[in-house]
Each structure stands twice: as structure tokens, then as C-alpha cells.
């Protein structure tokens, strides 16, 4: 929408980072089935611009499990509204934190998948 972007028409990166975000967050709580929260974002890299009007997908997968930690891989690709062609516009690793009721860490299941 246009309150999204600048003056030239392209979309903020803060508003792109955020749906990367969501789509991460979505990844680590389902993978450790519980709360999960950000605590980095390592290498965000934006290749090319998002103008008002694009379809943007965006694509989130697992990279990484430690104890009670996640990495996952995420990227934004874009299309333009009349064209069949998509670009790679954003990509980055998001880190997670699975957190229990208290808001502590708690270590990722095994069985988690």
C-alpha cells in the first residue's frame, strides 16, 4: 500500500523484513511446537526493489537446530503485477528462540519435525 513506501513508490525494507519475519516465526513455532521468538537477523541482503502493486511471496526454511535455537533461511521474491516473471528482491537468516510460559529458553524437542 502506499503508506509502505517511499516517494518513488517502493516498499520500505522494514515492511519486507516484517513479513520475512512472520514467515520465520511461523517456521520456528511450528518446528519446536511452542512460542518461539527472534533474537537475530544475520546477512539480510536486498537485490532488487518491491513497487507498490507487486505480488510478494516469501519463502522460509528450517537451516539450522541447536538446543534452543533455530536458523532459518528466508527469502522474498517479487512479481510484477502483469508479468509472469519473479526476481529474488530479499534474503537473510533468522535466528529463534523456542521460550517457555516463563519466557526462559527451553530446549527444541528431538522429536520435533
Partial sequence: MPADANPYGDIFGGWLMSQMDMAAGLVASRYSRGRAVTIAVEGMKFHAPVAVGDEVSVFADMAKVGRTS??????????????????????????????????????VSESAA
Fill in 70 to 107: 533455530m536458523t532459518i533461511d528466508v527469502q522474498a521474491w517479487r512479481r510484477a503485477r502483469h508479468s509472469e516473471d519473479s526476481c529474488l528482491v530479499t534474503q537473510a537468516q533468522f535466528v529463534f528462540v523456542a521460550i517457555d510460559a516463563e519466557r526462559k529458553p527451553r530446549v
